[in-house]
Structure formats: structure tokens, C-alpha cells
């Protein structure tokens, strides 16, 4: 199996007013998942929005979680996201295959 990543959005935060444009959204609020079988971890940061007045405005009721996303990778880098990924891949697969486990002793009764 290989482990599948998903990006969920948790929270937006705005300005109410950057020029003439309402409901700017300056924070996002994400979380990176990392999930094979039953076995899930995440990663939680928050990003930072520049606001760029002559490039073209969504407004807040028509963005979309793939957008918000997409602007949250172009943020972070790929260089970043890469290692993200390779980090919740490696907490997935440690507690798939872990490297140490707690064993009972063996003359306690059970």
C-alpha cells in the first residue's frame, strides 16, 4: 500500500476591507492528512495570504477548498510540501511497522 495525502481547510481568517475588495481572506488555517488502511496522521500550520490588489479577486462566497489549497501550496513551496509528505509518510509507516514495542513482562500474569 502507499500512503494517500488529503488537505482539509479548517479555518479563514479576513479583513473586512483591503481597498475597495471586502472579505479578504490573510490566514488560512490548514491541515495536511497522511492515511494508509485505518492508520492516519496530520500535519496542522497556517498560512499567511498577501493580498494582491491587481491580481484577479474570488470573492469569499465563491472560493473553494481547491483553491484555498492551491493557495496554501504555492505559499508553502513544493520543496516544503514535499517534506510534509515525506513526514506523515514516515509517521504512518512507523506506526504501521513499528520500530519499538512495548511488550508484557514475562512473569507478570496477564
Known sequence: MTVAFAWKIERLECRPRVGGLENVVGRV???????EGG?????YGLAEIEVD???AFTP??????????????DGL???TVD?????LARAVEA????PVVAM??????S
Open 29 to 35: 488555517h490548514w491541515r495536511l492528512f497522511g492515511h
Open 39 to 43: 492508520i492516519q496522521e496530520s500535519i
Open 53 to 55: 490588489e491587481d491580481a
Open 60 to 73: 469569499f462566497d465563491r472560493l473553494t477548498e481547491e483553491a484555498v489549497v492551491a493557495w496554501v501550496e
Open 77 to 79: 513551496g513544493a520543496g
Open 83 to 87: 517534506g510534509h509528505k515525506a513526514s
Open 95 to 98: 506506526r504501521l511497522d513499528p
Open 104 to 109: 508484557p513482562l514475562p512473569w507478570s500474569a
